[in-house]
């Protein structure tokens, strides 16, 4: 990637479409060919993964591009682990929003 990726929450999603973000969260279910992610805020996106998109953890990361329609077309997924602390990731993400140079 030639710049940072921001690291987004799902409240997040209309205000970077056409972009590539990172988001972290716990897969909530399956939808169609895709799936639910819950987010650190709470809020939940419709993750359009492609083939090479897989996972096998119930939290993510997740790198892809936000559609016009809010939903998300994941390019990959990387397991974090089926035991994580959402609520401190989103402090996290708090802090990385406040000072984006820092955490790029």
């Known amino acids: 990637m030639d710049?940072?990726?921001p690291r987004i929450t799902a409240s997040m999603i209309q205000q970077h479409a056409g972009t590539t973000v990172r988001i972290v969260g716990r897969i909530v279910r399956s939808q169609g060919s895709g799936f639910i992610i819950e987010t650190s805020d709470g809020n939940t996106v419709l993750v359009n993964p492609t083939v090479e998109c897989t996972y096998s953890a119930?939290?993510?990361e997740l790198l892809g591009k936000?559609?016009?329609d809010g939903t998300v077309s994941g390019f990959t997924?990387?397991?974090?682990?089926d035991n994580?602390?959402?609520?401190?990731?989103?402090l996290f993400?708090?802090?990385a929003q406040k000072c984006p140079a820092l955490f790029a």
């Open 3 to 5: 710049k940072p990726t």
């Open 66 to 68: 936000v559609q016009g």
């Open 77 to 81: 997924a990387v397991d974090l682990s």
């Open 84 to 90: 994580f602390d959402l609520k401190a990731y989103g």
């Open 93 to 95: 993400e708090s802090a």
């Open 58 to 60: 119930n939290f993510i």
